[in-house]
C-alpha cells in the first residue's frame, strides 16, 4: 500500500501534539495540541502520562476521520525514561526532568557515571542525565525500583502503548543519558557495572516498524489494526534528519523551541568542553554528532510573556547604537554559561517593548553562535522552529557567524516533519530558504562588544 499520511505523536517539553504529515507535499496538514503540564502531587513531579495518552488517542481518531492515517510514528524530547513492571504498567511515575531531586546524591552518581570521554554525555544537573534519574529513583524507591522488569526512552514508550512490543533507540539513548557508549554502539559501563543492563529493551532503529495497532486501540479509534506504528526517534534528530537526508556537509542545524539544540555536521575536530554544554548526539544513521544547546526557547518565554511585540528595524537600530545588551544567561544552569547569571548594561525598565525584544533576539542569537564555536561548526546555519521567524534573531546570527544562515519556518517545530521522513516512501524536502536580509557592519560589531563584555562578566563571576 502506498503510504500517503502519517500522524506524528510529538511530545515537548512544554507542549504535545499529534500532527498530520502528507508525506507527498512533506508538510503538516493538521494539528491538535495540548499544554505538558507536570504533576507536583505523589512522590515526586512528574508527568500527567495519561492525560497525554488520552489526547493521543482522541487526537488520532479525529485526525484519522478527517483524512485516512496510514501510519503512526513519534517523537520526542529526551532526557526521559520509563520504568516498566512485569505488567506493563508504570512501576515509578515518569520523573520530570527538571526536578531537583536527584540532586541530593550527586556525589554519589558522580562517581560512578562513566567519562565524558566515553559516552559523549556531558553531566548536566537535576535530571538532565538519565542515568542520574535511575540512580536517584533505584535508591531513593528501592522497593518500587525492584518491581521494575523493562527500561524504556520515552518516544519507544508511547510506541509500546500503541503496539505493545517494547523497544529502546540509539538517538533517544545517545542524547546526553550517561547511558550510550557512541564509538562503541553499546550501553556504557556505567550501566552493566549498575547491574541494569538487562532492564533495557532491545535496541531497534528509529525507522523500524514495531507492529501494528492493538486490536483493542484499532477498535477503539477507529483504525486499521495492521496500521503500521514506528519505532520513534528523540527530537533534536527529528529536526536533524530531513537536512541529513538531502543536504551536503558540512552544514549545522539549529533547532529551536523550549531548547535551542546545535547540531554540526561535518564541523571541525575539536575537544568538546561538557561544562559548558556541549555533548555528542547520536544521529538516525549512527553516527555521532557534536552537538550543544541551551534553553533559548525558555529564556526568550521568561524574557518576552506569551505575547511579545513584533519587531521593527527601528527598535534593532537603537538597541545597536545605544549597546542595550543582555549577558549570559538565563536561565542559570545550562548552556554555554552555566555557573554565569544574566546581567543587563542597561535599565531593562526603560526599553519601549520592541527594543527589548531586538535585545533579547541578539542575546539568543549570539549564545547560538557562542554554541556553535564550542563545536567546531563549518558551513550554511540552518535555523527551524519559533526563531525561523525572528528577523533580528537571524539578523545577528548571520553577523556574528560570517556564515551563510537559513530559515525553516514552515511549521512550528521542523519535529514532527523529521520524524515523518522514518516512514517508508517519504519525499522528503526542506523548507529552508536563504536569509537575504541587509546585515550592516554595526551587527557585527555589537557581536564582538557583546562578546568582549560577556568574557569579563563570566571572569568575575568566575573570580568571585
Request: charged share 20%; with cysteine.
Amino acid at each position: 500500500m502506498t503510504m500517503k499520511t502519517v500522524a506524528v505523536i510529538d511530545i515537548g517539553k512544554t507542549n504535545a501534539k499529534v500532527a498530520l504529515v502528507d508525506l507527498d507535499r512533506f508538510e503538516e496538514i493538521a494539528v491538535r495540541k495540548t499544554g505538558n503540564g507536570v504533576v507536583n502531587s505523589g512522590l515526586y513531579p512528574h508527568f500527567d502520562i495519561e492525560r497525554l495518552w488520552r489526547f493521543i488517542l482522541d487526537s488520532l481518531a479525529a485526525l484519522h476521520r478527517e483524512r485516512r492515517v496510514d501510519a503512526i510514528s513519534v517523537t520526542t524530547h529526551g532526557a526521559t525514561a520509563v520504568l516498566l513492571d512485569d505488567a506493563g504498567d508504570l512501576a515509578l511515575p515518569v520523573l520530570d526532568y527538571e526536578f531537583a531531586g536527584p540532586d541530593a546524591l550527586a556525589d554519589d552518581y558522580d562517581r560512578v557515571r562513566a567519562p565524558f570521554s566515553e559516552t559523549g554525555s556531558a553531566r548536566l544537573p537535576m535530571g538532565l542525565n538519565v542515568g542520574a534519574q535511575l540512580f536517584w529513583q533505584e535508591r531513593m524507591f528501592p522497593e518500587h525500583f525492584a518491581k521494575v522488569t523493562t527500561i524504556l526512552t520515552y518516544a519507544q514508550y508511547w510506541s509500546y502503548r500503541l503496539t505493545g512490543i517494547r523497544a529502546n533507540e540509539l538517538t533517544s539513548l545517545g542524547c546526553h543519558t550517561d547511558l550510550w557508549n557512541p564509538k562503541a554502539t553499546a550501553f556504557s559501563s556505567m550501566v552493566e557495572a549498575l547491574g541494569w543492563r538487562n532492564l533495557f529493551a532491545p535496541v531497534r532503529k528509529a525507522s523500524d516498524v514495531l507492529g501494528g495497532l492493538l486490536r483493542e486501540l484499532a477498535d477503539e479509534m477507529g483504525m486499521p489494526q495492521d496500521l503500521p506504528v514506528y519505532c520513534g526517534i528523540h527530537d533534536s534528530n527529528a529536526s536533524l534528519l530531513p537536512h541529513l537526508l538531502t543536504r551536503s556537509a558540512p552544514f549545522s542545524v539549529v533547532s529551536t523551541g523550549t531548547w535551542v539544540v546545535i547540531l554540526s555536521v561535518g564541523s571541525d575536530r575539536v575537544d568538546l568542553d561538557e561544562k559548558r554544554d556541549t555533548l555528542i548526539n547520536v544521529n538516525a544513521l549512527g553516527d555521532p554528532v557534536p552537538s550543544a544547546r541551551f534553553m533559548g526557547g525558555r529564556a526568550f518565554s521568561t524574557l518576552m510573556g506569551e505575547n511579545p511585540p513584533a519587531g521593527s528595524l527601528e527598535a534593532e537600530s537603537k538597541v545597536l547604537s545605544a549597546r542595550h545588551m543582555l549577558l549570559p544567561s538565563v536561565p542559570v544552569g545550562s548552556g554555554p554559561f552555566p555557573s554565569t547569571g544574566a546581567r543587563w548594561t542597561t535599565d531593562e525598565r526603560a526599553l519601549a517593548s520592541a527594543e527589548r525584544l531586538a535585545a533579547v533576539s541578539f542575546h539568543l542569537a549570539l549564545m547560538t553562535a557562542t554554541c556553535l564555536d564550542l563545536i567546531g561548526a563549518r558551513g550554511e546555519i540552518v535555523v527551524e522552529g519559533p526563531f525561523a521567524t525572528n528577523a533580528a534573531y537571524l539578523r545577528m546570527l548571520a553577523a556574528a557567524t560570517s556564515r551563510q544562515v537559513l530559515a525553516d519556518s514552515r511549521s512550528a517545530t521542523g519535529t514532527s516533519l523529521g520524524a515523518a521522513c522514518l516512514v517508508t516512501g517519504v519525499r522528503v524536502h526542506t523548507g529552508a530558504e536563504r536569509f537575504m536580509a541587509t546585515v550592516s557592519d554595526d551587527y557585527a560589531r555589537y557581536a564582538e562588544e557583546w562578546r568582549a563584555l560577556t568574557a569579563a562578566h563570566v571572569k568575575r563571576v568566575v573570580d568571585a
